[in-house]
């Protein structure tokens, strides 16, 4: 490290250090010192320093001035009399004050005359170390800081972790969790916390592990990823849920610490969101070895009495004893004398001062400094010729000094004057930390007034304190500053009447959003809070929004449906005229997210609650579309509700120039729900493909990505396979968002099963399976997918035993589709051990619409049923039945646009014939099948054509025929076989089964397997 004056600058974990204190300083700001301090000793011009740290983007060169300002004001240096960065008029600048390396092997003791020593708590030290200790040796501690407010917790972490940056060599990262007035944001100080480590000296091995390990939590930094990255990563998360983020981050901190230990700092984790309190929890019961410390620090006050979850976590832990905590007490009188001899060396103080502090401050660190603090101000405490003496007798400073740290604040801010009072009732209104500019616009000030005024204050030790200097959106940069504790803001923020308050956040709000870019969405929370605050409920909900869209980006969506059900209640108090729009707005995005989130339930009565609303203020665009974003949730759950909406639709919004595009994808959407959910009509394919050139416009977003799907659904089902693979092929390389990626996935799947492409459908689903479970959503699609795919391939009880676990495994969705299936495959099953009867009462059950209410694409297995009930009524021998079935069978079929029905219809019917002797009948039927199949590409029914053609022709001795057939259905049987790997057990079964051996062993001159 390395070290100049009482500074250190710590290039691993991208801090400044003076003695055991962390130094405020942005990154690019401790770029630029660690640069000068690099290349001490030599003038570095501006240029340089610009190619060095801005190589990428071009800046205004005045900003290198700004940040040489602002890291001069942290050090606490001067331009005309520099102790460290010196101005080399029109050449640059040169750091000028000596500079050491320090290793490992320097005392952790010893402190160089830091000014924050820490007294007192020995046996919290021992305790800290004992627990680094037993992490760096791999066995992961967890270890609680807790006690009052102002008890010196972040004091002793401090100490801490300046002292193991020493000592282990440990990367060190820390998160503050923030008190938001209420608001929490998911992952706030998790993602602090890896973010400091990416941007450490040895980013590049933490970089490589989160992109192996953790995708989810590498897409939060979006600056660090190429365009193709980004693209890849969305792909690759797509879907996510929590779940998914937590045990990415373990396993990527557990990869982190397996060869470099690591130290997480959460601070003051009373404020914590649900989320980080579910990373630690689950860092916290992983077994398995990691060098990982996580030290966090919680107010007692704040977590004792009502049940909350950190209170339970902790309680938890402790139990199991996953963790340890140390809660620290007030200060001893001892305590403060070391205190006040490391303040005031050389001193001459009477001993009686050490009891005076303690008595009034009664032990309490916070309240112990700042009297000290005051005596010092006041003039009680001078140096004089090095030597620090007290200039009043003790008896007479005792009544002067406040009884408590609210009363003596109080003395100090009426000692301030009317403008930096007014500065910093804008400061606490900010919150932890401010900018300079942001008050001077709120103020109506110049920022280097308030600078000015800031400064002052710092140098006093009121209030504030330094905090380096950030770069604005805009290029310019403005000095920060902190408060001096947390319980500063409080205590100013406290003396605000209602109505002040108000105001203070509403100009503050007014400043910020100035500062709002697509860029810089992190402020949208910010803003959300300061309007909301402000009384301005419409921009509150506004960027509400905003912030439910970033939560939904953390893969936090329950957290997301919290903020949005939170800005539907200041719905309410909005000016009349604007509400509806406003609340239109939070109840579609709930719905959307209820549906992301597969609680379908929940979001039709999120759009329905929208549709009530727009009918209610005659609204009738938004009142369709909020009807027909009912149809996907509603489609799984009651497709006739579904339909009925979409047809309701149609009827509220007029077809007139205003409503005309609306209109037009309301009719087209109730016709394509129709052919799917109800049955196939001939009409609705004609609406369909008539509208569908004015609404499926590629450049106007006229249809939503489910809904283009389903339309490729329908076409996918007038035998369009390949157009429809190729089409959901395009949406799966496009797509962002999970339903847009079901939506393709499902129908590529559909298509390709129909192309008999049953090894590409096994790999997607493969695929999907294992996406669906690294993400933690529910693999449903792929599952229905796979059992069709095993009925396709004989393996009927396969099928059977995916849609019984299944049915078993959800529950917000009716599982007619599974249990369908599932008797599809049972019938099978009977039929082939020859108990006619039951297979009969499974293929029934199918048809019956009381056992089977409707579902997506219900009539097509309606009339797999069917198929099912003519082979049961053939096998059985009960050819009357049979005709009659066969008959049925094709005349609903033919109903359809679907080839591959078309044709299985014919070639079931032929084989009735001819078991019938009905060779007229036979032959037509055949001829009809054959024409079909030479006309499509329909690989499913084309070989069972052929077989069913090749015993007729031999039936009727016509062998050069019957030779034929059997020589192309038993290629037709290889060409789905081979579309599975060798040693895919769905290859096995379908050259097992009768109907395909049969066709294998018999044909003449022996094609190979
Ligand atoms: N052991 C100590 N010796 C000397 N000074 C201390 C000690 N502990 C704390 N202080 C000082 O007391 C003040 C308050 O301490 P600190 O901020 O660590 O409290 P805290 O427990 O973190 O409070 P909060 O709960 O508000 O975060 C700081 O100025 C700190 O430097
Ligand atoms: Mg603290």
């Not at 102002?150 to 100490?159: C, E, F, S, V, Y």
């Not at 030290?295 to 963790?323: F, P, V």
């Not at 912030?547 to 939904?552: H, K």
């Amino acid at each position: 490290m390395k070290a100049f004056h009482s500074f250190r600058l710590d290039a691993i974990n991208h801090c400044l250090w003076r003695g055991e204190e962390r130094v405020p300083l942005g990154p690019k700001a401790f770029d630029l010192l660690r640069y000068l301090v690099d290349h001490a000793n030599r003038v570095v011009p501006q240029d340089e320093i610009l190619e060095a740290l801005w190589s990428k983007s071009y800046v205004n060169p005045e900003l290198v001035k700004k940040y040489i300002l602002g890291i001069r004001k942290v050090l606490g240096d001067r331009r005309d009399k520099p102790a460290f960065i010196e101005t080399v008029q029109k050449r640059g600048y040169k750091f000028i004050a000596p500079v050491r390396d320090e290793s490992a092997s320097v005392d952790p003791g010893s402190t160089d005359g830091s000014p924050t020593r820490i007294v007192g708590r020995h046996t919290a030290r021992a305790e800290l170390d004992t627990c680094l200790e037993r992490a760096l040796q791999g066995i992961r501690q967890v270890f609680f800081v807790t006690g009052e407010a102002g008890a010196g917790k972040t004091a002793l972490i401090d100490a801490f972790q300046h002292h193991a940056a020493l000592r282990s060599n440990s990367r060190i990262a820390r998160g503050q969790c923030i008190e938001v007035f209420g608001g929490k944001e998911a992952y706030y100080p998790m993602l602090e916390a890896v973010g400091q480590l990416i941007r450490s000296a040895d980013a590049s091995p933490v970089l490589q592990t989160l992109a192996k390990h953790a995708p989810t939590w590498m897409i939060q930094f979006p600056a660090l990823l190429s365009l193709k990255q980004k693209e890849a990563l969305q792909r690759e998360v797509l879907g996510t849920m929590g779940e998914r983020m937590v045990r990415e981050i373990c396993e990527a901190l557990e990869s982190m610490t397996a060869a470099h230990p690591l130290l997480l700092i959460i601070e003051d984790l009373h404020w914590a969101d649900a989320a980080t309190l579910g990373v630690i929890s689950a860092l916290a019961r992983r077994r398995g070895p990691a060098k990982l410390m996580i030290l966090a620090t919680c107010r007692t006050e704040a977590i004792a009495g009502m049940q909350n979850h950190l209170k339970s976590l902790k309680q938890d832990l402790l139990i199991h004893r996953l963790c340890q905590e140390c809660e620290l007490q007030r200060l001893t009188q001892a305590d403060v004398s070391e205190y006040l001899a490391a303040e005031f060396p050389a001193g001459n103080l009477p001993v009686g001062l050490a009891r005076l502090v303690h008595h009034h401050s009664g032990g309490n660190p916070l309240f112990m400094v700042t009297i000290v603090q005051d005596f010092v101000r006041n003039g009680f405490l001078t140096e004089r010729m090095g030597k620090w003496t007290l200039t009043k007798p003790l008896d007479e400073i005792e009544p002067g000094v406040p009884p408590t740290l609210q009363q003596m604040l109080e003395v100090q801010l009426d000692q301030l004057n009317a403008e930096e009072q007014e500065a910093l009732k804008f400061a606490c209104v900010l919150g932890e930390s401010f900018s300079a500019w942001t008050i001077a616009n709120s103020v109506g000030s110049e920022p280097d007034r308030i600078e000015q005024l800031c400064e002052g204050l710092t140098e006093s030790r009121r209030f504030i304190r330094s905090a380096g200097i950030q770069e604005l959106p805009d290029g310019t940069v403005s000095a920060h500053y902190e408060f001096g504790h947390s319980l500063y803001r409080a205590f100013l923020y406290g003396r605000l009447s209602a109505v002040t308050r108000a105001r203070l956040h509403r100009s503050v709000a007014q400043q910020l959003e100035s500062l709002y870019t697509p860029d810089r969405q992190e402020l949208a929370p910010t803003l959300a809070l300061h309007f909301e605050h402000g009384r301005e409920y419409g921009r509150a909900i506004h960027y509400l929004i905003l912030t439910a869209e970033i939560e939904a980006r953390r893969f936090a969506h329950r957290e997301s449906i919290e903020l949005l059900q939170h800005a539907l209640d200041l719905v309410a108090r909005v000016a009349a005229a604007d509400r509806t729009l406003l609340e239109l707005r939070v109840l579609e995005r709930i719905g959307d997210t209820h549906y992301a989130l597969g609680s379908m339930s929940e979001s039709v009565r999120a759009y329905e609650m929208a549709a009530t609303r727009a009918a209610q203020a005659g609204l009738a665009g938004a009142h369709a579309h909020a009807l027909i974003c009912q149809a996907p949730p509603l489609g799984l759950i009651d497709p006739d509700r579904a339909v009925a909406a979409v047809e309701r639709a149609v009827e509220v919004i007029a077809d007139d120039a205003e409503g005309n595009a609306l209109h037009a994808r309301a009719r087209f959407m109730a016709a394509v729900l129709r052919l799917l959910y109800d049955r196939w009509r001939d009409g609705d394919w004609e609406i369909c493909s008539a509208l569908a050139p004015k609404v499926c416009l590629p450049n106007e977003r006229c249809l939503s990505e489910h809904d283009e799907m389903f339309y490729v659904y329908v076409q996918c089902l007038r035998g369009n396979f390949d157009e429809s693979a190729r089409a959901a092929g395009e949406k799966l390389r496009e797509t962002k968002s999970l339903m847009g990626y079901l939506g393709a996935v499902g129908v590529k799947m559909l298509a390709l099963l129909f192309l008999g492409e049953f090894g590409q459908v096994l790999e997607i689903i493969r695929e999907g399976r294992a996406m669906a479970e690294k993400s933690g959503y529910d693999p449903w699609l792929f599952v229905f997918r796979e059992a069709w795919l095993h009925t396709l391939c004989f393996d009927f009880a396969g099928a059977r035993l995916l849609c019984e676990a299944l049915m078993r495994s959800r529950e917000d969705v009716p599982s007619t589709q599974p249990q369908t299936i599932a008797r599809l495959a049972g019938g099978y099953i009977e039929l082939e051990h020859g108990r006619y009867d039951q297979a009969a009462r499974c293929f029934d059950e199918i048809r019956d619409h009381k056992a089977t209410p409707k579902f997506f694409l219900h009539w097509y297995w309606r009339l797999q049923a069917q198929i099912g009930l003519t082979q049961v009524s053939l096998a059985s021998g009960n050819l009357a039945t049979a005709r009659t079935e066969a008959a049925g069978l094709l005349e609903s079929a033919l109903r359809t646009a679907e080839p591959t029905l078309h044709a299985q219809a014919w070639e079931i019917k032929a084989r009735v014939a001819i078991a019938a002797d009905v060779e007229r009948e036979a032959r037509e039927c055949i001829q009809q099948a054959l024409s079909i199949v030479d006309r499509w590409r329909v690989p499913l029914a084309a070989w069972r054509v052929h077989a069913t053609a090749w015993d007729f022709s031999h039936k009727v001795a016509d062998y050069a025929a019957a030779e034929s057939h059997c020589g192309r259905a038993a290629s037709g049987v290889l060409l789905l076989a081979n579309s599975l790997g060798p040693g895919e057990a769905m290859r096995n079964s379908f050259l097992a089964a009768a109907p395909v051996s049969r066709v294998l062993a018999r044909q003449p001159n022996g094609l190979p397997l």
